[in-house]
């Protein structure tokens, strides 16, 4: 369904009169998604998750690389390119305070695609908006209210019924749950897993909520500044992770009780700036297990630990 080929996307944040400066925000990325499979994307702030899921729809310039959508390649971006993106993948936004137009009626906020790629108009426009709404759970009186007038969850309901309006085939998610109270969170996510079964949806899930993404995904992808450092079935990363970064965001974790288990010390210092990447491996500044030399002068490459498990560490190689 989703095949990224060394994809990078670099900003160029230089001011006039002064050192040329490029952010390498996604640094040569690989990643695939099955059709009908969830893929959770995790790492801290600032490793570039948003930047790839943005980068698919193109809402951000692509530096290089390919992206194909079920064999549709997206480059070069044009107006029937864009058109066809649009129709086979959708993002659902992080705040969906701001995702919505506050001005305009919930219905001409989830018929706005309707209108521009499948040319509805009048009555057959509202019952396919109200039918949208019955299925992401929101009666059709919500039609005529306005943003204002919902809770955080409606809200959120009412970018899921946008998003799948055209019927895609891939949804990104950008942490749609973490602006949202955590009683309506277990809502949604149970929702979004019902969506999924009865569209036959392919996810790509990005969030930095580890329960979250073992919860909804099959597989996980962990990244750190601009990079894969390891990638496999959430069942494998999550009871045997072998990169010491995976290590480090499972032990941070806290567990629902008073005793906690002895755990690893975490992680010190910040993350590097993706203007001055590390040479060598970009985690090593950080890392406990580092190996003098080898690490700090040879990136490792992100290659196959077993058939369901791929890491980028010297400690595999």
Same mark, same amino acid.
């Given at each position: 369904?989703?095949?990224?080929?060394?994809?990078?996307?670099?900003?160029?944040?230089?001011?006039?009169?002064?050192?040329?400066?490029?952010?390498?925000?996604? &640094? +040569? @990325? &690989?990643?695939?998604?099955a059709?009908? =499979?969830?893929?959770?994307?995790?790492?801290?702030?600032? #490793?570039?998750?948003?930047?790839?899921?943005?980068? @698919?729809?193109?809402?951000?310039?692509?530096?290089?690389? #390919?992206?194909?959508?079920?064999?549709?390649?997206?480059n070069?971006?044009?107006?029937?390119?864009?058109?066809e993106?649009?129709?086979?993948?959708?993002?659902?936004?992080?705040?969906?305070?701001?995702?919505? &137009?506050?001005?305009?009626?919930?219905?001409?906020?989830?018929? /706005?695609?309707?209108?521009?790629?499948?040319?509805?108009?009048?009555?057959?426009?509202?019952?396919?908006?109200?039918?949208? %709404?019955?299925?992401?759970?929101?009666?059709?009186q919500?039609?005529?209210?306005?943003?204002?007038?919902?809770?955080?969850?409606?809200?959120?309901?009412?970018?899921?019924?946008?998003?799948i309006?055209?019927?895609? /085939?891939?949804?990104?998610?950008?942490?749609?749950?973490?602006? %949202?109270?955590?009683?309506? !969170?277990?809502? @949604?996510?149970?929702?979004?897993?019902?969506? !999924?079964?009865?569209f036959?949806? #392919?996810?790509?899930?990005?969030?930095?909520?580890?329960?979250?993404?073992?919860?909804?995904?099959?597989?996980?992808?962990?990244?750190?500044? +601009?990079? @894969?450092?390891? /990638?496999?079935?959430?069942?494998?990363?999550?009871?045997?992770?072998?990169?010491?970064?995976? !290590?480090? %965001? %499972?032990?941070?974790?806290?567990?629902?009780?008073?005793?906690?288990?002895?755990?690893?010390?975490?992680?010190?210092? =910040?993350?590097?700036?993706?203007?001055?990447?590390?040479?060598?491996? &970009?985690?090593?500044?950080?890392?406990?297990?580092m190996?003098?030399?080898?690490?700090?002068?040879?990136?490792?490459?992100?290659?196959?630990?077993?058939?369901?498990q791929?890491?980028?560490?010297?400690?595999?190689?």
């Amino acid at each position: 369904m989703l095949d990224i080929n060394d994809l990078k996307v670099h900003f160029d944040t230089s001011k006039p009169l002064k050192r040329k400066t490029i952010v390498k925000a996604v &640094n +040569g @990325i &690989n990643l695939s998604l099955a059709k009908g =499979d969830a893929l959770g994307l995790v790492g801290e702030s600032g #490793s570039g998750k948003s930047t790839i899921g943005k980068a @698919i729809l193109h809402l951000v310039p692509i530096t290089s690389g #390919s992206i194909k959508i079920d064999g549709f390649e997206t480059n070069p971006l044009n107006r029937k390119t864009e058109r066809e993106l649009r129709r086979r993948a959708q993002m659902i936004f992080q705040d969906p305070h701001s995702a919505l &137009n506050p001005r305009l009626p919930i219905l001409r906020s989830v018929a /706005e695609p309707l209108v521009l790629h499948a040319d509805l108009r009048g009555s057959e426009l509202r019952a396919k908006v109200a039918e949208l %709404l019955e299925t992401v759970g929101l009666p059709s009186q919500f039609l005529y209210r306005y943003p204002h007038e919902l809770s955080g969850g409606q809200k959120q309901r009412v970018c899921i019924a946008r998003a799948i309006a055209l019927n895609p /085939e891939l949804l990104i998610l950008d942490e749609p749950t973490s602006a %949202l109270d955590v009683s309506v !969170q277990a809502q @949604i996510l149970e929702f979004l897993k019902e969506l !999924q079964t009865k569209f036959s949806l #392919s996810f790509l899930f990005i969030s930095h909520d580890l329960s979250v993404i073992r919860h909804l995904c099959n597989r996980v992808a962990v990244m750190y500044l +601009g990079e @894969i450092v390891e /990638e496999g079935l959430t069942t494998d990363i999550f009871h045997s992770p072998k990169h010491p970064y995976t !290590q480090a %965001l %499972l032990n941070a974790v806290p567990f629902p009780q008073a005793k906690q288990p002895h755990r690893e010390a975490p992680l010190t210092g =910040d993350i590097p700036s993706p203007v001055d990447l590390p040479t060598g491996c &970009n985690f090593y500044t950080r890392c406990p297990k580092m190996m003098k030399g080898t690490c700090e002068t040879t990136s490792p490459i992100l290659s196959e630990l077993s058939e369901s498990q791929k890491v980028a560490c010297h400690l595999h190689s």
